[in-house]
T-cell receptor
């Protein structure tokens, strides 16, 4: 089974300091990768989706993908307390031509004022 | 206004009973999905539908049956409920079924089986 591993399990940063989250995968030659955020008791909010190696920025959120090292990361610039949430990495794979996501277990981010 | 409506938001059920989780999307999307998030596992794919047709099923148990009466509806019937079925069930949709199109998730139905 194709797995998605996230690290760290939890992360605490100070308001304004860069937050970096990591995600590794077993293989992903034809996959895309997405980062979601989930506030406690809420649904999932998509932050950024990336397919090509390199960097993609969406506001304060930047994803970096390196397929050779099987790694995708999320960097949050100037995090605020309202960014405290669980961040989920997901791989989108065409399985039988269907758009199916495999999620990691998440990183719980706490941003302290 | 929410684009994907899931009802109810919270549900408590007795072991052995049957419940139906409701999902409607108003995005004009052609594909709909169910995912489950339990305390001990990552969010996991259950079913995908396109134009009311089941396209992929990753749920081992036949106690879980998706039902689609309209293109923008995908309900989930769960029979013979067990405490292990306790989880948050998320409905989602995407524009296409054959691409990397982005998902929109509902806010979930939190099910507790006692």
């Amino acid at each position: 089974q194709q797995k998605v591993q996230q690290s760290p399990e939890s992360l605490t940063v100070s308001e304004g300091a860069m937050a970096s989250l990591n995600c590794t995968f077993s293989d992903g030659t034809s996959d895309n990768f997405r980062w979601y955020r989930q506030h406690s008791g809420k649904g999932l909010e998509m932050l950024v989706s990336i397919f090509s190696d390199g960097e993609k920025e969406e506001g304060r959120f930047t994803a970096h993908l390196n397929r050779a090292s099987l790694h995708v990361s999320l960097h949050i610039r100037e995090p605020q307390p309202s960014d405290s949430a669980v961040y989920l990495c997901a791989r989108g794979r065409l399985s039988g031509s269907f758009n199916k996501l495999t999620f990691g277990a998440g990183t719980r981010l706490a941003v302290c004022p | 206004d929410p684009k994907i409506i899931q009802k109810p938001k919270y549900l408590v059920a007795v072991t052995g009973s049957e419940k139906i989780l409701i999902c409607e999307q108003y995005l004009g999307h052609n594909a709909m999905y169910w995912y489950r998030q339990s305390a001990k596992k990552p969010l996991e794919f259950m079913f995908s539908y396109s134009y009311q047709k089941l396209m992929d099923n990753q749920t081992a148990s036949s106690r879980f049956q998706p039902q689609s009466s309209k293109k923008n509806h995908l309900d989930l019937q769960i029979t013979a409920l067990k405490p292990d079925d306790s989880a948050t069930y998320f409905c989602a949709s995407s524009q296409d079924w054959d691409s990397y199109s982005d998902y929109t998730f509902g806010s979930g139905t939190r099910l507790l089986v006692i």
